[in-house]
């Protein structure tokens, strides 16, 4: 069986990625993730490559990096070299911000993430219900949106901090309708998926002091690292419909995409370091051996 082969890469290997953020101990959700992208490429010829995503220098701690290497060594694994650590690749992400601001598709925005809560618990109080978007949190109402150019320079040249939104409506006017492609690792057909961009509101491209947010690198990192064929977590399938916006506005081209099923801890809740899930050590001290973790992976495979 063979996989769909996205454009740019046709004829070429596959090539697959897993792309941890530092900021805390793999849990068995990314040891499954990482499992999957190894198998993959394994199985069709392809190169697996490991991307370290470290934009957030608050939260990312080298010795995560190391922690994550160490884990996957355990699971087995091998990938190709160099690691991509995009702390390392501001420029790039710089040069895919500017575009998008040559294109008209971006505001800068002013509002603090205070305000909105504020504005959101208003609304709550008076009985009204805040639209959300897919990760649950509140959409941004667009403030910043009319913001007049004299204004939005004269702020920024006064140095009041700010992010880059995208104008998810202006950019959709300029690439029409998109769609993504769904791969199925078990036939190695594809199908085509609707995006459905707009329930993002506007997202945040670039952060404050950052020429980038995790939707602009991934697209960019994506590109620059020849990856053909996207194996995620299905939490990160709605986050899709951004991605192909960007990628469209960009002129790049689409990797296929499939996300996989989530480990899920005994309460049937996502693994989360933030809500202090098992990490791979844990579990390895608790006698989880890399063998049951693989025969775990192959089984979605299955
Ligand atoms: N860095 C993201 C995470 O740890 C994954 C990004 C992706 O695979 O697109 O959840």
Redesign the pocket.
Known sequence: MSLPFAGHHKGGPPVF?F???PNGPLHRG?AL?ALLNAELARRHGGRFLLRI?DIDAERSRKEHIAAIEDGLTWLGLDWDRPVRQQSQHMEDYARALDALKRKGVLYPCFCTRGAITAKVADAAARGTLWPRDPDGAPLYDGVCRSVPMPEQEARIAAGEAHQWRLDTQKALGLTGPLAWHRFDPHTGQAERVAADPLRWGDPVIARKGLPTS?HLS?VVDDVLQGISH?V??ID?EP?TDIHVVLQSLLGLPQPFYWHHPLVLDAEGRKLAKSKGSRSLQDERAAGVTPQLLRAEALSVLD
Do not use: D, I, N, Q
Request: hydrophobic share 35%; aromatic share 8%.
């Open positions: 990625r792309a941890p953020s990314h993730s995503e995790y991934v996207v995620r977590g990160l986050a």
